[in-house]
């Protein structure tokens, strides 16, 4: 292991911070030329997505070198899951969660954490049993799944599932798309589900080639061990 002396550490640290000022700084102007109503051209844009990646990446060095600990305070989800190796997701001076990326993302313990970290769908269910693991959950009042769950519940229940967590299927929720988005790497279909419920799609193109029309019916399914389910009124978490 090499150590370092304290003034090293600090000549590094001034070093790296005049970095991420300059970064920054080149960030921020983003939003200062305008050009009448127009936004700056795209090219702008791109580059300033390349310096805010740059001075993420220039964080996670600092931090590295130092060998300290950083708590970085943001509004930015994709910044929060990019440079964090924890995160603490507060809602109101409260901590809804803390967890790594991965586990925030992908199994938020409550609504509040599922719908400010990323996008989710969330659909009202009916959820009943649980004694041996596992609870039958109803969906429209006609389409019945098991989820695994860590205790008991019957009741009111909702369901988040992340846009890419949703899949066409020959059975499942019926539907039909409202519209589609190619988006290049995938493409975002938005689906209008038989009981009124409108949820996001997201379906990559290295899995398909097939785009789905406007109009067309479908039906939706997802992994039950992916999704999470929570109780409707106190929106604790069922789902493991």
Known sequence: MEFITVKEAAEKWQVSIRRVQIL???????????????????????QMRSLRKE??????????????????????????????????????????????????????QNPFVAGFIGVSNFMDCQVEGGENGSAKVTIQGELAIQIPVSRPYTGKGKISARP??????????????????????????????????????NEYTKDTTEVHADGERVFLSFDPARI?????QSEEVLSL
């Open 24 to 46: 920054c700084n080149a960030d921020r102007i983003k939003g200062a030329y305008r050009f009448g109503k127009q936004d700056i051209s795209r090219h702008d844009r791109k």
């Open 228 to 232: 999470s389910l929570y109780e409707e």
């Open 55 to 108: 001075m993420q990446l220039e964080l996670k060095a600092m931090q590295q070198q130092l060998g300290i600990t950083f708590i970085y305070v943001t509004h930015d989800q994709e910044e929060a899951l990019a440079i964090s190796d924890r995160i603490a997701v507060m809602k109101d001076g409260h901590i809804m969660q803390i967890g790594t990326p991965n586990e925030i993302y992908a199994k938020p």
């Open 164 to 201: 890419e967590q949703l899949f066409f299927s020959k059975e499942g929720m019926p539907g039909k798309i409202l519209f589609s988005t190619f988006l290049g790497d995938f493409i975002e279909y938005e689906v209008e589900l038989d009981d009124g419920q409108n949820l996001i799609v």
